[in-house]
């Protein structure tokens, strides 16, 4: 499972730790890092193979070890907090290349709301699929989606 949900990893990379909590020793995080998080998760909540292609094509159902494998890769990545939520000041810097911080925290606050107080792996993967359906998840499934096809072709030549 190479790429188990490297897309899912990115997207969620994007989301965690809480608003206003930039350490001075956080790392941002690279595609290696979400996809050695997302194998392990992969394989912890022992998913089956059918839940890989419909994460490498952003198809994440709503179902309880879906969101366990949510929660796990993103508190993997140090990107989620169980009682903030995402990092959002975290995941703006990821895409600070593509709009500026007052378009992406409004986009990312909101989706980090957890309004109707859903127990802690509902809200960390509701937060996901509301990034996941807003502008910056577009950005998401377009690099994703490129380092997938890179990591496909790559696989198939060596």
């Known amino acids: 499972m190479k790429r188990t949900t490297f897309a899912y990893i990115i997207f969620l990379f994007t989301f965690c730790m809480p608003y206003g909590q930039i350490s ?14 997302s194998e392990h998760c992969y394989e912890r909540e022992r998913l089956p193979a059918s839940y890989q292609r419909r994460f490498d094509n952003f198809d994440y159902p709503n179902e309880e070890p879906v969101h366990r494998y949510v929660h796990c890769i993103w508190t993997e990545l140090k990107l989620w907090n169980d009682r903030t939520g995402f990092n959002v000041e ?16 409004p986009i990312l606050s909101d989706c980090n709301r957890n309004a109707q107080n859903e127990p802690t792996l509902k ?36």
């Open 123 to 158: 809200w960390c993967f509701n937060a996901f699929k509301c990034v996941l359906n807003s502008r910056v998840g577009q950005w998401f499934k377009e690099d994703v989606g490129r380092k997938l096809q890179d990591t496909k072709t790559t696989n198939h030549l060596g």
């Open 24 to 37: 001075a020793d956080f790392e941002e995080k690279t595609e290696d890092d979400f996809l050695t998080a």
């Open 90 to 105: 975290h995941i703006a810097a990821l895409y600070r290349d593509k709009a500026n911080t007052e378009v992406l925290v």
